[in-house]
């Protein structure tokens, strides 16, 4: 048998055949500003001005798994705050951008809120994500933007340090381990 140009075995076109793509689909009833994936690919977060929630992604399936807008109202309502604690602590759940750390950080997540916060959630307390022992859901504040904060990021080497950028025209570095301050 000798060779002819443009001969293709018919044993390699259904051997190296790609699998149909799957696809998933999850309604929300509010708009969705921002998406991120954590590092297993089992999960993702939505965020928004009214959704702060993870979902769990398998194969065609998406379900809701951790509402954490619903999570942190719920708390603040069972802590005796003063009006205006409470109000400030909710001017953190709308949200312009989402990131998801991971390496040893993996059950971390940061939004940037619209009034020029950033917030770090940590979901390992909650959900199918609840390790025994852990309580705290709000991890931190952070309060060094005069502007907008329109994105953030992890270091994709650490999972441990947080890019910032606001309309206040800084990028901000910041240290989860010890985030009272930026490091840059």
């Known amino acids: 048998m ?13 051997c190296n ?3 149909p793509p799957k696809t998933a689909v999850y309604r929300t009833d509010v708009p969705i500003a921002a ?12 965020a928004g001005r009214d959704i702060l929630t993870t979902v769990k992604v398998q194969d065609t399936t998406v379900v809701e798994d951790l ?15 003063k009006p205006e604690d409470v109000r400030k602590r909710r001017e953190f759940l709308p949200a312009k951008d989402v990131r998801w750390s991971h390496n040893h950080y993996s059950h971390v997540v940061a939004t940037a809120a619209q009034n020029g916060r950033v917030a ?43 890019l910032s950028g606001s309309q206040d025209k800084y990028c901000k570095t910041w240290d989860i381990r ?6 840059g």
């Open 35 to 46: 998406i991120d994936v954590n590092q297993d690919r089992t999960h993702a977060i939505l």
């Open 120 to 162: 770090l959630y940590d979901v390992s307390t909650l959900g199918s994500f609840a390790t025994l022992g852990s309580s705290r859901v709000e991890l931190a504040w952070l309060y060094q933007h005069t502007g907008e904060v329109n994105k953030l990021d992890f270091d994709p080497f650490s999972g441990y340090m947080l």
């Open 178 to 183: 010890d985030p009272r301050k930026p490091t």
């Open 2 to 14: 000798g060779s002819r140009v443009g001969y293709v075995p018919r044993r390699w076109l259904t």
């Open 67 to 81: 509402n954490i807008r619903s999570v942190v109202n719920s708390h603040i309502s069972t802590q005796q705050l």
């Open 17 to 19: 055949r790609l699998p």
